[in-house]
Nanobody, 121 residues
């Protein structure tokens, strides 16, 4: 059993910042990396960012490059997403995931329940 829990979501004014956190617990499993995805109402789930444990390399979706930063600690099974310069279009439910550290959600076996981020105009 593996469980991921996100925290840190909330309401913020456009141009503001939020920091999301995710903690994984449960049985030991092979972890290549962790990532963040988001989904707005009526929209497909979108890749946001990922970190690869073996190299520390990070990856970002085009819509968040230069504004969001992913960081984490494999030993602690934690990952964070620092979100700066938030825009109303960033409003979505943000999901933490553990798996292959790719942009494809199908490569992540484990998912959190999501945390709501709302950015007001």
């Amino acid at each position: 059993q593996v469980q991921l829990v996100e925290s840190g979501g909330g309401l913020v004014q456009a141009g503001g910042s939020l920091r999301l956190s995710c903690a994984a617990s449960g049985r030991t499993f092979t972890r290549y990396g962790m990532g963040w995805f988001r989904q707005a109402p009526g929209k497909e789930r979108e890749f946001v960012a990922a970190i690869r444990w073996s190299t520390g390399a990070t990856y970002y979706g085009d819509s968040v490059k230069g504004r969001f930063t992913i960081s984490g600690d494999n030993a602690k099974n934690t990952v964070s997403l620092q979100m700066n310069g938030l825009k109303p279009e960033d409003t979505a439910v943000y999901f933490c995931a553990a798996g292959q550290s790719s942009a494809s959600m199908s490569t992540y076996p484990y998912w959190g329940q999501g945390t709501q981020v709302t950015v007001s105009s």
